[in-house]
């Protein structure tokens, strides 16, 4: 699976942003997706994952109420919705799937990663 991510720029706080991965392949739909993000200085973390049918997700409490991801399986793509941004969100952000049966929200569980998107917001 290759993943190209994109959506990312420069945005006030209290702003939205809207995230975008597109996956390539025809097994899009057997894989969880997640987000990570990464800021400058700081160890990449856990932002959200959404499990293969869409039922499950799961939010790091820093962006819970505030984020949103979802999936479009028709169209190969995984979506996070950012809204009320605060300058602790900015970060690269990298779209990632896993194969594995869990839905898991540790980065050691994902097998594909894109190559990130960066946000920016300003205070």
């Known amino acids: 699976v290759q993943l190209q991510a994109s959506g990312g720029g420069l945005v006030q706080a209290g702003g939205s942003l809207r995230l975008s991965c597109a996956a390539s392949g025809r097994t899009f739909s057997s894989y969880h997706m997640g987000w990570f993000r990464q800021a400058p200085g700081k160890e990449r973390e856990f932002v959200a994952v959404?499990?293969?049918?869409?039922?499950?997700?799961y939010y790091a409490d820093s962006v819970k109420g505030r984020f949103t991801i979802s999936r479009n399986n028709a169209k190969n793509t995984v979506y996070l919705q950012m809204n009320s941004l605060k300058p602790e969100d900015t970060a690269v952000y990298y779209c990632?799937?896993?194969?594995?049966?869990?839905?898991?929200?540790?980065?050691?569980?994902?097998?594909?990663w894109g190559q990130g998107t960066l946000v920016t917001v300003s205070s």
């Open positions: 959404i499990s293969w049918h869409g039922v499950t997700t």
């Open positions: 990632t799937a896993t194969s594995r049966t869990i839905v898991d929200t540790r980065a050691p569980a994902y097998d594909y």
